[in-house]
């Protein structure tokens, strides 16, 4: 049985009739794919036509192979063409979806504030660091040895009460000053030193307005030849000046500290009366034997504020267990 040119040629244009209708109906990529399987793939209809063409003469060959490059050409530009229609669609629909609408108000977040505490500790740390001090810290949970032993505090001492102090079963404890971080720090560094020591300190006081079991110190270090109790009040009372911002008159009253001889309580006229704001003294010599240094050679100064203490003063805080319940009320005001 013979096929005849025409028959090819009425179903090559039947089938691109057809193609062209289906392809400008889809509405997806995805059935646009379907089609030119189904029209232009190796077992499509096209295929299936041009298969035909071996019953045919000769003659009629070239004939209908230009025809059919026609009717294959035309429907690769159709489908295309469709896709890049679909694509546009398609990104032009993702773009609506996605549309941030500008005018609509945005979500109010609260700006935060840094808390009074660090506050004061980022003021106290910068005024000496300017001093010409380095920043030093150490471990919360410490050794008898640094907390008491090395820092000239006999057996007997009150501290040593499980009554003032956080003991752990091991034996260590929860460090009760920043001090040991002093004696940590001069085991591994030689003379000239000048460091300051913020913290968090643990010890077991009955908490009320003013007390609390958790709270933070500053303590600073000097170890050099020749320094002299005048360089500790110079170094303190330029530091209260920065602090407070103003000159003020300031009382170094007769105290005693077990690593600090001779030691003095440091007291500031503010508002109309006298505050006690600090702690000091020279670094006693058993202090220095301890951690090896020879103290006919090198003297050193030492002082401590607790951060609480300047923060309550500074800010005008009645209670300093304000500080710690993170109520939103009195953190917005700082």
Request: charged content about 20%; hydrophobic content about 40%; overall charge negative.
């Amino acid at each position: 049985m013979t096929t005849s040119l025409s028959q090819i040629e009425t179903d090559l244009q039947t089938l691109q009739q057809e193609a062209d209708s289906a392809i400008a109906l889809t509405t997806t990529l995805e059935e646009l794919e379907q089609l030119r399987v189904q029209y232009l793939g190796k077992k499509g209809q096209l295929g299936q036509i041009l298969k035909t063409m071996g019953k045919l003469s000769p003659e009629d060959r070239p004939r209908l192979g230009a025809l059919a490059n026609e009717v294959k050409e035309g429907l690769q530009t159709q489908l295309e063409n469709q896709r890049q229609t679909l694509q546009q669609a398609q990104i032009q629909a993702q773009l609506a979806a996605e549309t941030l609408d500008v005018t609509m108000p945005g979500v109010s977040r609260p700006i935060g504030r840094v808390h009074p505490l660090n506050n004061t500790i980022d003021r106290v740390l910068d005024i000496f660091v300017g001093l010409g001090y380095t920043v030093a810290t150490g471990p919360h949970v410490e050794t008898d040895y640094y907390n008491f032993e090395a820092l000239n505090i006999p057996a007997d001492h009150p501290a040593r009460d499980m009554q003032d102090t956080f003991f752990l079963a091991n034996g260590h404890l929860l460090r009760t000053h920043t001090s040991p971080v002093q004696i940590r720090y001069m085991e591994t560094h030689q003379p000239p030193i000048r460091i300051v020591a913020p913290g968090r300190v643990y010890r077991r006081d009955t908490v009320d307005a003013t007390h609390s079991a958790v709270f933070h110190q500053v303590e600073l270090l000097a170890i050099d030849k020749g320094l002299t109790f005048t360089d500790l009040k110079g170094t303190l009372k330029e530091f209260i000046r920065q602090i407070f911002g103003e000159e003020l008159p300031v009382k170094f009253r007769a105290s005693y500290f077990p690593f600090t001889e001779p030691s003095a309580e440091v007291d500031v006229q503010w508002k109309g009366k006298w505050l006690e704001v600090l702690g000091c003294g020279m670094v006693d010599p058993n202090v220095l034997k301890a951690v090896g240094y020879d103290p006919e050679v090198y003297t050193g100064f030492a002082a401590g504020l607790g951060v609480e203490r300047f923060a309550m003063v500074l800010h005008q805080i009645d209670d300093i267990r304000r500080c710690y319940q993170s109520d939103w009320r009195f953190l917005r005001q700082f």
